[in-house]
């Protein structure tokens, strides 16, 4: 049974930085296209960010193209979202999510963490 814990979210003032981390357990993180989402109050869900299975294509969302990195440490098992210069409409929940290499839906989803952003 795949699991995903995500960690790392808080409090931060517009401009400042912080990371997210999404631990898996139950599969490899090679064996998975993994994924960060993140869902502000009242708002659809949004895409920011994933990563293939191969670690070798990633992909943005247009709001946070620039200021926002995916990456993933295979030995931990673990994919990150760094994310820099954060902005107000930054806030909201933020998810990980795995997928099957060759599907493009999220199967599995972790708990998520609040990232707030104060002005």
């Known amino acids: 049974q795949v699991q995903l814990v995500e960690s790392g979210g808080g409090l931060k003032q517009a401009g400042a930085s912080l990371s997210l981390s999404c631990a898996i357990s139950?599969?490899?993180?090679?064996?998975?296209?993994m994924g960060w989402f993140r869902q502000a109050p009242g708002k659809e869900r949004e895409f920011v960010a994933s990563?293939?299975?191969?670690?070798?294509?990633?992909a943005y969302g247009d709001s946070v193209k620039g200021r926002f990195t995916i990456s993933r440490d295979t030995a931990k098992n673990t994919v990150y979202l760094q994310m820099n210069s954060l902005k107000p409409e930054d806030t909201g929940v933020y998810y990980c999510?795995?997928?099957?290499?060759?599907?493009?839906?999220?199967?599995?989803w972790g708990q998520g963490t609040q990232v707030t952003v104060s002005s």
């Open positions: 139950g599969r490899a993180v090679s064996t998975c296209g």
């Open positions: 990563i293939s299975s191969s670690g070798r294509t990633l």
């Open positions: 999510a795995a997928r099957e290499p060759a599907y493009t839906t999220y199967d599995y």
